[in-house]
């Protein structure tokens, strides 16, 4: 069991950055692949970026602009955010795969991941 928590949104300028951050509870941390997801209002939860066996992966509306990266010894995984948009504005969650081998998967559906966090708020004004 894992349990995940998102923290770091807030309410930004459009060309603004934000860095969420998404604490695991667990000492496998490193056996996970993660991801980040985002959900808008009136829409369906959309992948935002990934990152596995040290492959990250990123849509191309994000790419160029986010970053991911995780740091196993705490625990944690980040999302870099530069240059927000209005569009970007959404509530944001951290979510974990367990993996057991390197199989070059990219993990970026909502029905790939096993445990969720709750979300945090990014709301980006124009």
């Known amino acids: 069991q894992v349990q995940l928590v998102e923290s770091g949104g807030g309410l930004v300028q459009a060309g603004g950055s934000l860095r969420l951050s998404c604490a695991a509870s667990?000492?496998?941390?490193?056996?996970?692949?993660m991801g980040w997801f985002r959900q808008a209002p009136g829409k369906e939860r959309e992948f935002v970026a990934a990152?596995?066996?040290?492959?990250?992966y990123l849509p191309d509306s994000v790419k160029g602009r986010f970053t991911i990266s995780r740091d196993n010894a705490k625990n944690t995984l980040y999302l870099q955010m530069n240059s927000l948009k209005p569009e970007d504005t959404a509530v944001y969650y951290c979510?974990?795969?367990?993996?057991?081998?390197?199989?070059?998967?990219?993990?970026?559906?909502?029905?790939?991941?096993?445990?969720w966090g709750q979300g945090t708020q990014v709301t980006v004004s124009s």
């Open positions: 979510a974990a795969k367990r993996v057991t081998y390197y199989s070059g998967a990219s993990y970026t559906g909502v029905d790939e991941y096993d445990y």
């Open positions: 667990g000492r496998t941390f490193s056996s996970y692949a």
């Open positions: 990152i596995s066996w040290g492959d990250t």
